[in-house]
C-alpha cells in the first residue's frame, strides 16, 4: 500500500541550529513534493514545491532535497528561531495524478 | 482578498444531526477540495471538485456528500453526524488540476457526541 512517513518523533532544537526534516514514501511515483507548515489552529500553508527531476531548491533559510532512488525529501531550516516552531507538513503529488497525499507532520520547536 | 473562508469555525453536533460545512474562495480558482486532519494522521481527501460543475470521491468519502455551488463555493454536508468523523475540516482550492500548490481555509473543528 501505498504511505508516507515523516519523522514521528517531535524535532526540539536550539535557536540558531538546522532542523532536518524527513518525508519518506513507498509506493508512490511522484511528480511533485511540497512542504506546508502548519500552526496551532490553522491551516497549512505552502512553503516549497520540488520536482522529480530537481535535487534541490531554496527559499531563504529552507532547503529541501528529492531522492527518488531512495525515495526520500528531507527539509531543513537553517539558522532557526522561536517563530519557526510549527507542524511541517511533506505533500506528494503522483506523476498520474493531480491531487495531494500528505504525511501525518513533524512538529518543531525551536528553544530561544 | 480573503483567501479561502469556512463557516462555521466550531460546531458540536448530537450524533444523528445534520449539518453543511461552508467554503468559499476569493481566488478565482477552478478547483477545490475537502479534507479532514485526525490526530497522528495526514490531511486526508473527502471530496474534490476539479471545476465548477464537478465533483468526486476522495480517500474517505463515506457519509458526506459535497456541492459546488458555484465557482466560488464548494460545500460539505454530514447527512447523520458519527462520532468517527468528529475532526478538523480543511476547505481548500487551487488554480487547476496542473499539480499547483493548494491554499487552505482556517478550518472547522467539528465535535459529535
Known amino acids: 500500500s501505498q504511505k508516507i512517513e515523516q519523522n514521528s518523533e517531535a524535532l526540539n532544537i536550539q535557536e540558531g541550529k538546522t532542523a532536518t526534516l524527513t518525508c519518506n514514501y513507498t509506493?508512490?511515483?511522484?511528480?511533485?513534493l511540497q512542504w506546508y507548515r502548519q500552526d496551532p489552529g490553522r491551516g497549512p500553508v505552502f512553503l516549497l514545491l520540488i520536482r522529480e527531476n530537481e535535487k534541490e531548491k531554496r527559499k531563504e533559510r529552507l532547503k529541501v532535497t528529492f531522492d527518488t532512488t531512495l525515495k526520500q525529501s528531507l527539509f531543513h531550516i537553517t539558522a532557526s528561531q522561536p517563530a519557526d516552531s510549527a507542524t511541517y507538513l511533506c505533500?506528494?503529488?503522483?506523476?498520474?495524478?493531480?491531487?495531494?497525499?500528505f504525511g501525518a507532520g513533524t512538529t518543531v520547536t525551536v528553544r530561544a | 482578498n480573503a483567501g479561502v473562508t469556512q463557516t462555521p469555525k466550531f460546531q458540536v453536533l448530537k450524533t444523528g444531526q445534520s449539518m453543511t460545512l461552508q467554503c468559499a474562495q476569493d481566488m478565482n480558482h477552478n478547483s477545490m477540495y475537502w479534507y479532514r486532519q485526525d490526530p497522528g494522521m495526514g490531511l486526508r481527501l473527502i471530496y474534490y471538485s476539479a471545476s465548477e460543475g464537478t465533483t468526486d470521491k476522495g480517500e474517505v468519502p463515506n457519509g458526506y456528500n459535497v456541492s459546488r455551488l458555484n465557482k466560488r463555493e464548494f460545500s460539505l454536508r454530514l447527512e447523520s453526524a458519527a462520532p468517527s468523523q468528529t475532526s478538523v475540516y480543511f476547505c481548500?482550492?487551487?488554480?487547476?488540476?496542473?499539480?499547483?500548490?493548494?491554499?487552505f481555509g482556517p478550518g472547522t473543528r467539528l465535535l459529535v457526541l
Open positions: 509506493n508512490y511515483s511522484p511528480a511533485y
Open positions: 481548500a482550492s487551487s488554480a487547476g488540476t496542473k499539480k499547483e500548490t493548494q491554499y
Open positions: 505533500a506528494l503529488v503522483p506523476s498520474n495524478d493531480y491531487k495531494l497525499s
